[in-house]
């Protein structure tokens, strides 16, 4: 049997320290392969509010889900394996470019320059 399905995970934000560990293993897990050095699946990001794309969970809007023919197998919404090759270049239902956020990286100088403390520093997220 192929399985067809998604894994995810849910992480106490609460306990949160911004310091990306979860989407590092996440890389090292799904990643291994040549030409997937920049692909990242684990997005971090705070609920409630509209998502990673931009309102991503909309089913309807993104033709998401599965649907269950007559003879008992499933088939996802978007198409068979034939139609998603079809559109393997230019696919209506995957989010554009807008939809996500900036790339992000982190202001190293200000974790080398901070001031000794009974806090550890932080490398603070900066927008590109």
Avoid at 6 to 32: E, P, R, Y
Avoid at 61 to 76: C, L, Q, V
Avoid at 82 to 98: Q, T
Wanted: aromatic share 12%; net charge positive; with cysteine.
């Amino acid at each position: 049997m192929k399985v067809r399905a998604q894994i995810a995970m849910v992480l106490n934000l609460d306990k949160c320290i911004g310091c990306h560990t979860c989407s590092v293993t996440c890389k090292n897990v799904w990643t291994s392969r040549e030409g997937m050095e920049y692909a990242w699946f684990n997005n971090v990001e705070t609920k409630p509010g509209i998502g990673y794309p931009k309102d991503w969970e909309n089913q309807r809007r993104w033709n998401g889900g599965w649907r269950r023919r007559k003879n008992g197998a499933i088939e996802p919404k978007q198409g068979g394996k034939w139609r998603l090759l079809a559109n393997i270049f230019a696919n209506p239902n995957l989010p554009e470019i807008d939809d996500y956020y900036e790339p992000f990286t982190f202001d190293y100088e200000h974790l080398h320059n901070a001031p000794e403390s009974q806090a550890a520093p932080v490398a603070r997220p900066v927008s590109l």
